[in-house]
């Protein structure tokens, strides 16, 4: 197609993959909704990535001018951009991950519940192509609400015969992200050696980071923990806020989306003891989708980990989220099955 890009700095394939096989095996990143606040510098991130072979940047609009951009960088990877629904399938083809921040985000006064009809139809019809054209890839879910879209995937994944709840993961990271950067701020340490568990969901109340476990430790009082805990749970709308009608989280969201699509990218390559939040399907509480930390392997989740103590503030947080939860994803559900 006319509208596609591609860069090739150092010319025929023989030399590329005398390249690509220096620098690890080849792994093709598609980006889903690529054009846009999240999907742009996630293209910039993903090109930076040592570990991406192919980047493959889709959305219904502007990805030619994107993967454009991109692909002068000089780094790695393959760059080309797919504008178009007749488009998708090649840009899927062969892709290792789908990494999907296509959709509509949030304004002021808009929960991520509200953007549910439009969001759903989209990822319902991504994940349709996904299935076809490349049923075994990794798919990291940013579209909101994470909480159904997520379930939604993985009934459209049952209905199409491929689903394999070790390759469906929503991502979460940013809630970690922030859950670190906050508490480092308190607690006065250097924030890149925080650590901080983030389990449950990614919405409001259901978003539940584990303090108690955090680390370095702080032993800060319980008010600030209450205080942090409601920062990161509204983290999101702060930033909404703070667009004022300009959209939500991009840049860290991008960061984040990086961060987590890499360490898929490790546990593919075998790289041992890569955990990372993430919410998947589980067992590890009566609902059927819940975030904890996961071991990523060569087939995506290796483990799901389980919650480990937590403190009786964190105990109740649990209780609360869990009908809020259960009626997301009965909602993602219900809407896959019906639609
Ligand atoms: P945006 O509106 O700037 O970009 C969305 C892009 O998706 C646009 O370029 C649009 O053309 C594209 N798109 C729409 N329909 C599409 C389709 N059928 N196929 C491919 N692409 C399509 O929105 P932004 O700010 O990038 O947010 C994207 C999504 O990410 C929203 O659902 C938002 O709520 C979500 N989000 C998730 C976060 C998380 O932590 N998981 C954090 C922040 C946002």
Redesign the pocket.
């Known amino acids: 197609s006319a509208l596609k890009r591609t860069s090739s700095s150092t010319g025929g394939h023989i030399l590329r993959r005398d390249f690509s096989s220096e620098s690890g095996p080849n792994r093709k990143v598609a980006v ?8 742009q510098p996630l293209a910039l991130l993903m090109k930076l990535n040592p570990l991406v072979s192919h980047l493959s940047l ?5 990805t030619p001018g994107v993967a454009a951009d991109v692909s002068h960088i000089n780094t790695r990877s393959e760059v080309k951009g797919y504008a178009g ?1 007749e488009n ?1 399938a090649e840009a899927l083809d062969g892709a290792d991950i789908v990494i999907i ?6 304004k002021p006064g808009m929960t ?1 519940d509200d ?1 549910f009809n439009i ?1 759903a139809g ?1 990822v319902k ?2 994940c349709t192509a996904i299935a076809k054209y490349c049923p075994h890839a990794l798919v990291n ?6 909480n159904s879209t997520v379930p939604i995937a993985a009934e459209v994944f049952k209905k199409a015969g491929t689903y394999d709840e070790k390759r469906l993961f ?6 970690v992200v922030r859950a670190k950067t906050f508490y480092a701020g308190k607690a006065k340490v250097p924030v890149a050696g925080v650590n901080v568990p983030v389990v449950g969901g ?1 919405a409001g109340v259901t978003i539940l980071p584990l303090f108690s476990q955090a680390t370095p430790k702080a032993n800060l009082p319980h008010e600030e923990i209450i205080a942090l805990t409601k920062r990161t749970q509204d983290g ?1 709308t702060e930033v909404v806020e703070a667009k004022a009608g300009k ?4 840049l860290s ?1 991008a960061y ?2 990086a961060i987590f699509a890499d360490a898929c990218l490790k546990g593919l390559n075998g790289v041992p003891d890569v955990v990372e939040c993430s919410y998947v399907q589980s067992t590890i509480t009566e609902l059927p989708f819940f975030a904890s930390k996961v071991r990523l392997g060569k087939n995506g989740v290796e483990e799901v980990l389980g919650l480990g103590a937590l403190s009786d503030f964190e105990k109740e947080g649990l209780e609360k989220l869990k009908p809020e939860l259960q009626s997301s994803i009965e909602k993602g559900i219900k809407f896959a099955s019906q639609s």
Not at 141 to 146: E, F, Q, Y
Not at 170 to 175: A, N, P, Q, S
């Open positions: 889903l909704g690529a054009a846009g606040g999240i999907g889709y959305d219904i609009a502007g629904e998708l921040p296509a959709g509509v985000p949030r991520r953007l969001n989209i019809s991504l879910m940013i579209s909101n609400p994470v929503g991502v979460t990271t940013l809630d990614h999101g959209g939500s989280a991009t969201m984040a989306g």
